[in-house]
């Protein structure tokens, strides 16, 4: 049986079982697989440190079964069996997640979203969409564009990822200074409750009806209620665009010359200011931070907001050839899982104000650096906003296989702490899962015991995505991994 360990406790096969008559009770609901190879590979998603278990053959939990319905009835059956007999049960839509969302860390139930598909109304008059959850990216935009609009969402996911878990991390797409974020897009959603209670937040767009208890789920992570649909804000499809690229002496002027363009109101759908050490990785460059720029939309609209913008870069102009060269590979992850096997490169986006993003960009790589294993430690502005900017940190290096989850814990450990510290935020769009809980409080201070009361107004019984978000969960404590942690030796995947 695969594993792996956390805290130096064994978590090999199904931790929470489903028994016999329980999985009769599912197939006689929708499609459900407990056959090996399904329940192994249900058991990943992105996360680095459990693309080095699986690179291995482990993961750190099996479920004891995957459920795929197709209905929103189906999902509320699934749900109140599930409740009643007390087995955790975790939705998961493409599973591109980076920090565990998906994993089914207490085994139990994973409840595939994808058969929810496709759009259900596009109301043009209105500028919306209402589009089913497990809709993958690539082809909800494809549908989108051929009708003559966008949703503006693009994540570097997006042919791995589905609307419900864009919601579901409150992600931001690589436009979000133009289009906004997920949470910005979202305007209400249907959603299951663990009890099976189906429900529709209102359209809360200019209403002064009380809370907007849409965001409520959005970046819930599957905690509060599966997501089944949501209505999306779109804008005309537009093949006007405009490109540039500046190269400046160091960080901290690249960042002056946004925020000058920033502060004038400007907001280009992509702005991107690379580190001298990424610069050179992706552009070629020496000793240069490159700032790419892009900007689409109506020419009446853009044109002159788009000279502001060139007139408020001081740098050395690099043409547009690099914006192509940018946008030909954007979306391209083919190589992850190699990288993450050799090198156990990670990632952490946070969102930092003006006053502190250079403060916070050259302590936190400081930080990172300095643990012992480290070989790199980088970033890149890669959203802007007129109060903040979302700042994304690479960092990698080569300890050995068994060193690997203790070094990971020990550079989240430094960078996390040195980016609150000094004022950011714990994510601006991968959300929480298994890898940043245990920093929760601390990010949301008292709201966070806010937060947990919703949780059990909700699901009393915390059946939904346990372990996730730092929430207390009654099949134990949340995993984290930690210094002690080694991959047992390998065993073949089923």
């Not at 995957?66 to 007999?85: F, G, H, K, W, Y």
């Not at 598909?117 to 043009?124: A, F, Y």
């Not at 290096?397 to 430094?414: K, S």
Request: aromatic fraction near 8%; charged fraction near 20%.
């Amino acid at each position: 049986m695969t594993r792996a360990q956390f805290r130096g406790e064994t978590l090999s096969g199904r931790a929470v079982a489903v028994s016999d008559a329980t999985i009769r009770q599912l197939e006689a609901i929708c499609p459900t697989r407990v056959d090996d190879h399904s329940l192994f590979d249900y058991a990943r998603d992105w996360w680095p440190l459990g693309l080095v278990w699986s690179t291995s053959g482990h993961v750190a939990r099996l479920p004891s079964a995957v459920v795929m319905p197709s209905t929103v009835d189906q999902i509320a059956a699934v749900l109140r069996i599930c409740n009643e007999a007390r087995i955790p049960v975790v939705a998961a839509g493409g599973r591109s997640g980076v920090l565990g969302n998906s994993l089914p860390v207490f085994g139990g139930v994973v409840l595939d979203t994808t058969q929810l598909s496709g759009i259900l109304d596009l109301r043009e008059d209105d500028l919306v969409v209402d589009v089913q959850a497990g809709t993958f990216g690539d082809d909800f935009e494809t549908t989108m564009q051929a009708a003559g609009y966008t949703a503006g969402h693009w994540p570097q996911s997006i042919a791995l990822s589905t609307v419900g878990g864009w919601i579901a991390c409150r992600g931001a797409g690589q436009m979000s200074s133009r289009y906004g974020t997920i949470s910005d897009i979202t305007m209400s959603v249907t959603a299951v409750l663990a009890d099976g209670s189906v429900i529709d937040t209102s359209d809360y767009s200019h209403s002064a009806t009380g809370p907007d208890l849409t965001q409520l789920f959005v970046g819930s992570e599957g905690t509060l209620g599966v997501i089944t649909s949501a209505r999306l804000r779109i804008s005309p499809k537009s093949d006007h665009a405009r490109n540039a690229a500046f190269a400046f002496p160091s960080f901290a002027a690249g960042v002056a010359a946004i925020r000058r363009f920033v502060r004038r109101g400007m907001s280009p759908a992509i702005v991107r200011l690379y580190d001298q050490v990424e610069s050179r990785r992706n552009f070629g460059t020496t000793n240069q931070c490159v700032l790419i720029l892009r900007d689409e939309g109506d020419p009446a609209l853009i044109d002159g907001p788009w000279q502001a913008v060139l007139e408020s870069c001081d740098g050395e102009a690099l043409g547009d050839a690099l914006v192509k060269q940018w946008m030909s590979h954007r979306n391209n992850v083919s190589t992850m899982g190699e990288l993450i096997a050799d090198r156990a490169p990670d990632t952490m986006e946070v969102a930092a104000p003006w006053s502190r993003v250079v403060e916070i960009y050259e302590k936190t790589t400081a930080a990172i650096s300095a643990i012992d294993g480290s070989r790199t430690a980088t970033a890149h502005i890669s959203h802007v906003y007129s109060d903040r900017v979302g700042l994304y940190f690479m960092f990698g290096g080569r300890p050995e296989l068994n060193a690997r989850p203790g070094w990971y814990r020990q550079v989240w450990d430094a960078a996390a702490t040195t980016v609150l510290q000094n004022g950011g935020n714990l994510s601006h769009h991968h959300g929480i899962g298994l890898g940043r809980g245990r920093f929760m409080r601390s990010a949301l201070g008292s709201s966070f015991d806010v937060l947990d009361r919703v949780k059990s107004a909700l699901d009393p019984n915390r059946i939904l995505n346990p372990g996730k978000m730092g929430l207390d969960s009654p099949f134990g404590p949340p995993p984290v991994w930690s210094d002690d942690v080694t991959v047992p030796p390998k065993t073949e995947a089923p």
